[in-house]
């Protein structure tokens, strides 16, 4: 059972690893698809050993923001707390490639975090995590300009040439297209970036 990439693992008390190897139900699931909608109650959580998850909210109006991106190893707070509150999903999760995992229901999740103070501390820190991330989230919608936004989401790719269309940058940023292109082309002009078909390429 490949699970040595969540750091609580090997710390888990004897039993309670018994009982989360005997309880885990193996998973995968192909690229593009959505493993839960803003609004539904989510009946068990994600443990993540392969591929891309991003979550995100959507207003009435249908734009779309990126909350983060979950990698494997990491657990979705999104995710843990519709589960275990059974209480609505604050965003949706898609899968941007294909996935593997396991999934943990809802008994099975409470039962480990009452014996297992190893995996209790490992849901408080999540959050903590989570939460700072997403008030540098807030921070960057309220105090960054725009085109310092895109410059930095573009540099965190750590790549010279992006390929990604204007309308992914949109919605991983909570902007519009429009917007976004419009300011892709003002740094194209200023010097700062290459536009071509779905792909950018940083000067």
Same mark, same amino acid.
């Given at each position: 059972m490949n699970l040595e990439s969540f750091s609580f693992y090997n710390k888990l008390e004897p039993q309670a690893k018994d009982f989360l190897q005997m309880s885990l139900k193996p998973i995968s699931v192909p690229k593009d698809?959505?493993?839960?909608?803003?609004?539904?109650?989510c009946d068990g959580i994600l443990f993540l050993t392969s591929g891309e998850v991003r979550l995100y909210i959507q207003s009435?109006?249908?734009d779309e923001i990126t909350l983060y991106h979950l990698n494997p190893g990491e657990q979705c707070i999104v995710n843990t707390a519709s589960t275990l509150s059974q209480t609505q999903a604050i965003g949706s999760a898609v899968t941007l490639s294909d996935i593997e995992g396991y999934i943990l229901d809802m008994h099975s999740v409470k039962k480990l975090a009452h014996n297992s103070d190893t995996y209790q501390s490992y849901l408080f820190s999540i959050y903590t995590l989570r939460m700072a991330n997403l !008030?540098? @989230?807030i921070n960057d919608i309220k105090f960054k300009n725009l085109d310092q936004r895109i410059i930095d989401f573009l540099q965190n790719k750590n790549a010279k040439e992006i390929h990604i269309t204007h309308e992914t940058i949109a919605n991983e940023l909570g902007s519009t297209r429009e917007a976004i292109s419009r300011v892709l082309?003002?740094?194209?002009?200023d010097?700062? !970036?290459? @536009?071509?078909?779905?792909?950018i390429t940083l000067m």
């Open positions: 698809s959505i493993l839960f909608f803003q609004g539904d109650i009435d109006d249908a !008030v540098q @989230l082309k003002s740094l194209e002009n010097g700062i !970036v290459t @536009l071509r078909r779905a792909s």
